[in-house]
Nanobody, 119 residues
């Protein structure tokens, strides 16, 4: 079994920064793409950023230039550095990863961490 657990969320003023972490644990052989999503109340879930196993990254237009995704493959961990935060960044942030175990490759999700940006 594989588990993803996010941390680092909280309350911050507009213009501030937060760093989210998501650690994967369990019977992991390899981890491919690792993603950060977010969902605000009353809105659809949005893909915020993606990083491949080779380190290629992609971002939603709404966060380009402000957020940075990175990963530490030795720790099976993905990070999201969020700078210049805006009230509209307020959401529940989830990580997701394509994880290969001994038997299969599946997508796993964390439970989420809340980010609230006050104006």
């Amino acid at each position: 079994q594989v588990q993803l657990v996010e941390s680092g969320g909280g309350l911050v003023q507009a213009g501030g920064s937060l760093r989210l972490s998501c650690a994967a644990s369990g019977s992991i052989t390899s981890i491919y793409d690792m993603d950060w999503y977010r969902q605000a109340p009353g809105k659809q879930r949005e893909l915020v950023a993606t990083i491949t196993s080779g380190g290629y990254t992609n971002y939603a237009d709404s966060v380009k230039g402000r957020f940075t995704i990175s990963r530490d493959n030795a720790k099976n961990t993905v990070y999201l550095q969020m700078n210049s935060l805006k009230p509209e960044d307020t959401a529940l942030y989830y990580c997701a990863a394509d994880v290969r175990t001994r038997s299969r490759t599946s997508r796993y999700w964390g439970p989420g961490t809340q980010v609230t940006v006050s104006s």
